[in-house]
């Protein structure tokens, strides 16, 4: 049953994330890193305290008493996720909805799924599983099955990405993205899939924060708040020195106050994407801390994500003057990646 709310909780989450740049496309006469930076904000700065506030009432004391050590891992790991972060909004903006969340999803899946459980190999630690632990017994081994089933359903959704390159003419393309431009995109989004997953051992190097909201009484459910704040810090640096980079290179500023625009509603709707964008490690905190595996946790995160890109990208119909060959292929990556959540969830009910 644990799993099962487990799963239920990364459903959300997975939901959030695959849905978040969707009130970005409402947002009109405004340069990218405008409502890029103006939707982080709320996503790394406003919202993560706010949500500790109301779960973790003694977060400032927990932070202020952690190890420094401590900090600074988290906090490195947030930068070099900030990369990830930044990257994945250009992946998109150049892919679409759906092969960009699918290209960037994968690498990010391995990466995040499996190299905590390596690491553990080397630097055992009390109530961590390890990659050993994962190969030695059934449940792991379903697990990393899993793994592997929903990166050849990424391999697919590339592959239909691919298709797509060749057969829709740049016209068409423009139609379902303003900016599509596959090479750009690959690049970044590969880039992104890598770094991105620094977010997963981020949240591990702030465990003993975590550990001490428990020990104060804190809610299991959202023991992961008070690592989030520390953790979104180093994504929000990260991104708010490359959008102050591009609007003096761009001479972007002046989109902030520009009146000919429409401000307000481009203020909102910034808004709702990075509150949005930050519910998504919310409830991942609260599915990972019922099902008790982080490698477990991530890829059905990541699984679920990009179910749901791939539902808007169908309804953007991004995939709409594509050839049946290629609309079946795309198809399929879906349902592949349906059946790797469905065998980590398996592969957990077996673990409990």
């Known amino acids: 049953?644990?799993?099962?709310?487990?799963?239920?909780?990364?459903?959300?989450?997975?939901?959030?994330?695959?849905?978040?740049?969707?009130?970005?496309?409402?947002?009109?006469?405004?340069?990218?890193?405008?409502?890029?930076?103006?939707?982080?904000?709320?996503?790394?700065?406003?919202?993560?305290?706010?949500?500790?506030?109301l779960t973790i009432p003694h977060f400032t004391e927990i932070i202020r008493a952690a190890p420094k050590e401590v900090l600074n891992y988290t906090f490195l790991f947030g930068l070099l996720w900030g990369v990830g972060g930044l990257t994945y909004?250009?992946?998109?903006?150049?892919?679409?909805m759906s092969l960009g969340n699918s290209v960037v999803l994968g690498f990010c899946s391995a990466f995040g799924a499996?190299?905590?459980?390596?690491?553990?190999?080397?630097?055992?630690?009390?109530?961590?599983?390890?990659?050993?632990?994962?190969?030695?017994?059934t449940w792991g081994q379903v697990v990393i099955a899993g793994v592997a089933v929903c990166l050849f359903g990424i391999y697919l959704c590339g592959r239909a990405g691919m298709?797509?390159?060749?057969?829709?003419?740049?016209?068409?393309?423009?139609?379902s993205i303003a900016e599509f431009n596959l090479t750009k995109g690959l690049i970044v989004a590969i880039i992104s899939g890598i770094l991105s997953a620094c977010f997963n051992f981020g949240i591990e190097a702030?465990?003993?924060m975590a550990h001490q909201a428990l020990a104060m009484g804190s809610n299991p459910l959202y023991q992961n708040n008070v690592i989030f704040v520390v953790l979104?810090?180093?994504?929000?640096?990260?991104?708010?020195?490359?959008?102050?980079?591009?609007?003096?290179?761009?001479?972007?500023?002046?989109?902030?106050?520009?009146?000919?625009?429409?401000?307000l509603k481009n203020y909102v709707l910034s808004a709702i994407a990075g509150t949005t964008w930050f519910l998504q490690f919310f409830f991942y905190g609260m599915g990972e801390s019922k099902l008790g595996n982080g490698a477990s946790?991530?890829?059905?995160?990541?699984?679920?994500?990009?179910?749901?890109?791939?539902?808007?990208?169908?309804?953007?119909?991004?995939?709409?003057?594509?050839?049946?060959?290629?609309?079946?292929?795309i198809i399929a990556g879906i349902a592949t990646i349906i059946l790797s959540v469905c065998m980590v969830g398996y592969g957990n009910a077996l673990k409990q």
């Open 114 to 137: 499996l190299v905590p459980s390596i690491y553990y190999n080397f630097f055992p630690a009390t109530g961590k599983t390890s990659f050993s632990d994962m190969t030695g017994r």
């Open 232 to 263: 979104l810090w180093g994504g929000l640096t990260t991104n708010f020195i490359w959008c102050f980079f591009l609007n003096l290179r761009n001479r972007s500023f002046g989109n902030y106050t520009d009146k000919s625009t429409p401000l």
């Open 1 to 53: 049953m644990q799993a099962i709310i487990g799963i239920f909780f990364h459903f959300i989450g997975g939901f959030a994330s695959g849905s978040f740049y969707m009130p970005f496309k409402g947002v009109k006469r405004w340069a990218w890193e405008n409502y890029w930076i103006v939707g982080g904000l709320f996503s790394w700065l406003i919202v993560p305290p706010l949500a500790a506030w």
């Open 163 to 175: 298709g797509k390159e060749k057969e829709v003419s740049d016209a068409e393309k423009k139609k």
């Open 89 to 96: 909004g250009l992946g998109v903006r150049y892919l679409g």
């Open 297 to 329: 946790s991530w890829i059905l995160h990541m699984a679920f994500i990009i179910l749901v890109a791939n539902m808007w990208g169908l309804v953007l119909k991004e995939w709409k003057a594509v050839s049946r060959k290629t609309r079946l292929t």
């Open 206 to 208: 702030g465990k003993p």
